[in-house]
């Protein structure tokens, strides 16, 4: 029993780890997608809700959704298009690794979160999570916050509510699938109510477009398969992988997997774009990190959907 046990742990694991790189290339993309924050995130759900939905339906999950989950779902839908329009915002203004390590923040907003809504406790390893997490951001921002351009500081603030969206998103999404859920010994599929929530999303982010005037054309090919591959990539395969592998590894080594993802982000910020860091702000991405692990331990095995 001890090998299978092994060798499905071993699968999750790497489930786990191509889940967490794949998201960790979401900003990037976005980076070079050649096309405004509000147009790029509303091709993202759309594409991506479209595929979701198509993937629930060859996996056999779909069943019907009552009336009120319908209605639920317009919560997280509306949500999740903000959430995509200040983060999208932000990988534009600061770069996608830091803003991809500001949006990890909604660890500490589900925790806040589960004091709240749930009645649960902060023990001394969460505040010790944020601690580590707010000495590494002053590490990397604090000591040149005032010399910094007011589009650079509005970037970062906008990370952090980008953080402060997902986690309200989460809970959204949660209570939806739990309102869709029609026959208690058959849980609702979680892809088919993500995907209806991203399509929710994208006609959100569509009436936002118009609003600012903007055109939802896409400039050139090399953008269309950029933005393709955001969504059936990034916002797709990357979900499917990580929500089959949480169920096989423990909190911990989800915690620490998922860290994958601002790590490639930041990677793949200085690779690609150039982005200057000194040593400071790679020491203060090490305790920002070691931050959000330690907070990430919190409370995961009650909401456990992975990031978008």
């Known amino acids: 029993m001890q ?16 889940g967490a790189i794949l998201i960790g290339t979401n900003a990037p993309m976005v980076r070079i997608a050649e096309t405004p924050p509000t147009v790029s995130a509303f091709w993202r759900l759309l594409f991506g809700g479209v595929l979701v939905l198509l993937y629930a339906r060859i996996a ?3 069943q019907p959704l009552p009336r009120r989950a319908w209605l639920w779902a317009l919560l997280p839908g509306a949500i999740f298009a903000s959430d995509l329009w200040l983060w999208h915002r932000s990988i534009l203004l600061i770069g996608p690794g830091l803003s991809t390590l500001l949006a990890n923040a909604q660890v500490f907003f589900m925790a806040l979160a589960g004091v709240l809504l749930f009645g649960e406790r902060l023990g001394p390893r969460f505040l010790l999570g944020i601690a580590l997490s707010f000495f590494g ?10 010399t910094l351009p007011p589009e650079y500081r509005w970037g970062v603030w906008m990370g952090l509510a980008t953080g402060l969206s997902y986690a309200i998103f989460n809970v959204g999404l949660k209570r939806t699938q739990q309102v869709a859920q029609t026959d208690p010994r058959r849980p609702a599929p979680v892809a088919q109510v993500l995907g209806v929530v991203s399509l929710i999303g994208a006609a959100a982010l569509g009436l936002a477009g118009a609003a600012e005037g903007a055109s939802f054309a896409i400039p050139t090919w090399s953008s269309l398969l950029v933005l393709l591959a955001l969504a059936a990539v990034g916002h797709c395969l990357s979900w499917v992988l990580i929500s089959k592998a949480m169920a096989h590894l423990r909190v911990a080594v989800v915690g620490l997997m998922l860290l994958l993802q601002p790590i490639v982000a930041f990677l793949l910020d200085v690779g690609l774009f150039g982005r200057a860091t000194s040593p400071r702000e790679w020491l203060g991405l090490a305790f920002t990190l070691a931050g959000i692990f330690l907070a990430s331990l919190k409370g ?6 992975p990031p978008a």
Do not use: D, F, I
């Not at 090998?3 to 191509?18: D, F, G, I, N, Q």
């Not at 951001?137 to 005032?146: H, I, K, R, S, V």
């Not at 995961?300 to 959907?305: D, V, Y």
């Open 3 to 18: 090998a299978p046990r092994k060798s499905a742990e071993s699968r999750a694991l790497t489930w786990m780890a191509v």
């Open 60 to 62: 056999r999950q779909w």
């Open 137 to 146: 951001l002053w590490l990397m921002l604090g000591g040149n916050w005032a």
């Open 300 to 305: 995961r095995t009650r909401l456990s959907e």
